[in-house]
């Protein structure tokens, strides 16, 4: 290759990598900016991660999905490998959205003005033979990352009040966290970029 064909072949290489990368920047933030707002209530598992600093890593009232909730469960099944999941949830009282029916693959009609969709993925070797076992869908919502130095404050309050997450759902139920929120205040707002 001349030196001249080589640089353009780097030239478009760079820009299809500039192109992809903006693709997935301008995907999550339209699901921020037009996603569906779901409130969730969650409780701190741990608050550091050396490599990357200060986060929250999620444990939420979604987590953990009861199997009689799934609609669609086959005689005798166990969850096969990275299952998908959808999750219907419904606006309670308290204004924290909770888990009420669950589907793998697709749910079979839209949800409901007062409800939404989030998708997820089931691991294999979940039994779902007993009806008051339970699975752990991961929708990749588990970690929230923190300015550095704010993640053991908010480990040490959120163990005696409550706390959630605000998420933006796409049509399709992929997940992002917008803001963690200490009751009604906004603590940390994602930005869109």
């Given at each position: ?32 900016r037009n996603g569906k707002e ?23 009232n979604i987590s953990r999905i ?128």
């Amino acid at each position: 290759m001349t030196g001249k064909k080589l640089i353009i072949a780097a030239l478009v290489l760079a820009l299809v990598q500039i192109g992809f990368l903006s693709w997935i920047i301008a995907g999550r933030a339209a699901i921020l900016r037009n996603g569906k707002e779901v409130l969730l209530r969650v409780q701190p598992v741990d608050p550091r991660d050396l490599l990357r600093g200060d986060y929250i890593s999620l444990n939420n009232n979604i987590s953990r999905i009861p199997v009689k909730l799934i609609a669609n469960i086959p005689q005798g099944a166990s969850s096969s490998d990275d299952s998908s999941i959808v999750v219907r949830l419904k606006k309670g009282a308290d204004g924290y959205w909770q888990p009420s029916a669950a589907w793998f693959g697709k749910a079979p009609a839209p949800a409901g003005a007062d409800e939404a969709d989030i998708a997820g993925h089931v691991a294999a070797g979940w039994g779902l033979q007993e009806p008051e076992a339970t699975i752990e869908p991961d929708y990749g919502i588990g970690r929230f990352y923190l300015p550095e130095g704010e993640g053991m404050a908010i480990q040490d309050d959120i163990r005696v009040r409550p706390f959630g997450i605000k998420l933006a759902l796409a049509a399709d139920g992929a997940a992002q966290i917008k803001a963690l929120m200490d009751g009604d205040k906004t603590l940390f707002e994602e930005p869109l970029y």
